[in-house]
């Protein structure tokens, strides 16, 4: 096991026991494009443009509230949720403009080890 995979476990584990009651399942969605590719270019699709469809994603993390250093920002607003997911436990990756459990995904970030995710969100 490496250095990485050590990480996961331990707070995988973490998020098994000590933080238990913090750690909330989520749903996420994205709204894609469908594809419909028959060697035909995307400027030739009908009018009205591709169908889409939904990925849906899910994982499980904790829901805090941005401390006040935090909050001095102007990317981040008062109402906004920061939301901690490990990398490992969510089956796509998140992206601007996701829907996860009611919220609209703002920003999306991951620490320089790949373990974790910290995503903001905004009510929608």
């Known amino acids: ?70 909050l001095e920002s102007d990317i981040i607003n008062v109402t906004d949720v920061k939301l901690i997911c490990l990398a490992n436990e969510i089956t796509a990756e998140p992206i601007a403009d996701d829907k996860i459990n009611g919220y609209s995904v703002v920003r999306v970030d991951k620490d320089p080890a790949g373990v974790a995710y910290e995503i903001q969100l905004r009510q929608v």
């Not at 995979?5 to 707070?11: E, H, R, S, T, Y």
């Not at 584990?13 to 750690?23: G, Q």
């Not at 270019?41 to 591709?50: C, E, H, K, T």
């Not at 994603?57 to 941005?66: H, I, M």
Request: glycine residues 10%; aromatic residues 10%; proline residues 4%.
């Open 1 to 70: 096991m490496g250095l990485r995979d050590d990480i996961q476990a331990d707070l995988a584990e973490a998020f098994d026991d000590e933080l238990a009651d913090a750690v909330t399942a989520f749903i996420g969605t994205r709204t894609v494009a469908s594809d419909t590719d028959d060697g035909v270019d995307d400027w030739m699709n009908p009018p009205g443009g591709p169908s889409a469809s939904t990925l849906t994603y899910s994982g499980r993390g904790v829901f805090a509230d941005y401390s006040t250093y935090e």
